[in-house]
């Protein structure tokens, strides 16, 4: 902050009109992002470091080695992160609550490595023009009038894309890039049926019809086109430029490096997008949809943008991540509900409407399940060699459970204490906390004693849903703004409090 | 002359008049295609599943009218339900039947317990923050499955007889059938039938039905509505948890149920309309029908099971676009 303002003064003494314009939006841009090129510099390097870390090679011959292994977790974790960037659009800046949202990330695998692995050679380039002809039509046909022009622009130039085919069947790319044209029929179908539903029944909408292409892919009906459960396999189908196999010649490093450039892509766009008019109206629609309508904006009309806009990336974010995925198939567990529920825990625990706080949460989750599910764990059956575990638990618990109910027990409390001040009310809360303590420690003692206790070794992979779990129930409880929320609303409060002090000493004299 | 149709909004006048046009179009299809025995049976299913639907969907659209709570954690207290109902039927040291009134009581009991507990400590202090409420039984209901897993483990439980008096075969439609599917019938009917008179002719279920159109006015004439809330999310979880246990000598218990309970449940409920108690007994019905009726379609003329897994979700997707409040519900 010193520095920021430090910089600002000195810009406001520079005497000419445009210079002086030229060095402050040069020093904005520095300063407002120089932690974020300083996170992208160690993403990149981030391989290297491990690397020196553990003594293993970045580009090692064979799929082993500690810094191969990470590449492909970051990767991965970065390509979730984009998912839940996506979602936080939707949820934390326009507040559209979609259980929908693991249909745009499916719909990325399987749309792409359908036209690349099932289509006919032949018929590609038919099925190519068919879709592309779809999509304008629905284009056209939803009326979108504000802006039309910007649906339109984009197919116009995805269609210079696909119409320059250089081989009798179609690249990847265009693949990918279908896969997009698609997505955006997807939200422009189901954004005009359900957009115009209310709160819950959107929300209901949303997740019957994820459900529903989610049993359609899993289905045995359709095994030679999507594979059923087993999956689509797609093998060497990728281009060898997007080819994580571990070589000797670097191309998992490369990919990683393409995922690293998409990450940033992804952020940067959904930064201009909140930045910009489309932006602001979005955000005014979240906090009041009637005023927005009423001030004479199409609020429709934006909400479909949103949905397209996160669509389509998390459309690209499901093509990475299938990319990145193992055993090279597309399973139909991309369009479950799972992919719908991570990205929103880690917008709610990173924070609804920040900017980072998915990235954060995502990153911080994933990889340290990654980490978790590695190591294995003893757990000491006494406390520091004190209590008894379960004695703690129960302690632990009673503790919870207390602090949970304390609006339900405030009344019984208050008359408890009388009025005797805030020392005799911690005092009951106390003796109440023994009490249930106690009561639970009698009971736990007629069932512990026949238990065999003895320090277990824990495989944390089964602990890990459970975890995740009672993390995001104290954050929903008790942190609701989220980790980055809860930060930004302390610096904020602070720099408020302290402009008011400055308030008050020039005013006291 | 005051009726029940004459005091029907046109809405719902011409809900009804569809669903009862539907259900017909359904037993004439599966009479004409399946013939009179099987169209039989197959009806019989559709019931039955729609009135074990009715238990977990009834909780879930009462507990949505009154607290504006979507409760996604009304599939785990079905599986709870079930697998606590399952232990104490299969390791009680007693004779059969009290065996199986002590599963359905303890199991109601607990699962009772965990919901008051729930909404006293977790949902009432989120009231201002309605979205969280909605994640955070996302959330449980994961912890919850995770429990029971833990606790049960992953493989699924064997269906249990039923006791012996429920057990005795009939024979409907030519087919032989055990008592206890009856039974689960006339639970259903019995919970849907008690409900309503709850509902409608004691002083509690008035203000449950106040409570549903105006919380704060109720709350402004001294009752104290929280305490309503409170018991209404009990009432629903018990009857999801009933649901479960009567599941056990049925089908057994998996931890998959309480996710396709819950898939069903939320489908039943807004077909109905969020917060109709009738929409969801009718509604029950007709997805129980309609689901039973596409498996037995898809058995017989497709060699995939595609459609019965999928007609449901695309009779709720239907009626969405015809009335996007539910057949029952309470217009814009």
Redesign the interface.
Known sequence: MMIERTVYRTIDRIGDPALRRAAESLARLVLENWFYALVVLVLWQFPAIVADLSGSEVTPRRPTGESAFWQSEMARALVLACLAMSYNLLFGYNGI?SFGHALFFGAGGYITFILLARVDQSYQQEALIAVLAVVLALAILTRITARRLVTLALGGVLLVLLLVPNTPGMTFYQAAALAVLGSIGLSLISGV?TL???G??F???T???A??FF??AK????RNVTGAEDGLGFGDLLPAALNPTPTADGSRLQMYRVTIVFFVIVFLAIRRYLNSPVGRVIVAIRENEERARTIGYNTFFYKLLTMIFAGVIATLSGVLFVIWATDKRVHPEMLSLKFT?DP??HT?IGGVGTLTGPVVAALGLILGETYLRNETFTLETEVLGLVPLWQFAVGLIAAL?IL??R??LRPAIRRVAGDGGRWSVLGAYLALWIVVSAAGLVIGGQVVPDLDLQDEVFDVS?LW??F???V??IV??LL?HGIVGTWNRFWITRRIRRMERALQREKAP | MQTYWTNLTPQHRRSWLLVVVYVALLLAISWLDFGYNTAGQTVFRGILLGMLVFLVASGLSLI?GLLDV?NFAQGAFLLIGAYVGYDIYQSLDASVEVRFLAAIGGGVLLVAAIGA?ME???I???YE?P??Q???T???A??FL??VE?IYGRNPKQPLSPPPLLNEKFTLFQQSLSVYRLFIIGLGLAMMIGVYILLNRTRIGIIIRAGVQDPEMVQALGINVRRVFTLVFILGSALAALGGIALVPYQGATLEMGNQFL?LA??VV?IGG?GSYEGTAVASIVVGLTRAVAEQLSLEH?????LA??SI??L??AV??VQ???LFGRG?
Do not use: K
Request: charged share 15%; no cysteine.
């Open positions: 609550i049926v115009r539903l209310r819950i029944y929300t209901m909408f997740l019957a019809l459900e529903m049993v359609l289905s045995g009906t359709f529920v929103l825990l709610l459970l949970f109910l609006r339900t089964d849903d459970l995740l779990g009672i995001f129930v929903v409880m609701p | 949505f979507l507990v006293a400590g977790l009432r202090p989120l923050r979205i969280f909605i994640v955070l996302f959330g449980l994961a912890i995770d429990f833990r898939i939320i489908v807004v969020m497709f060699d995939a099971p595609v897994e999928t979700l695309l709720m997707i969405l676009l996007p409040s539910g814009e």
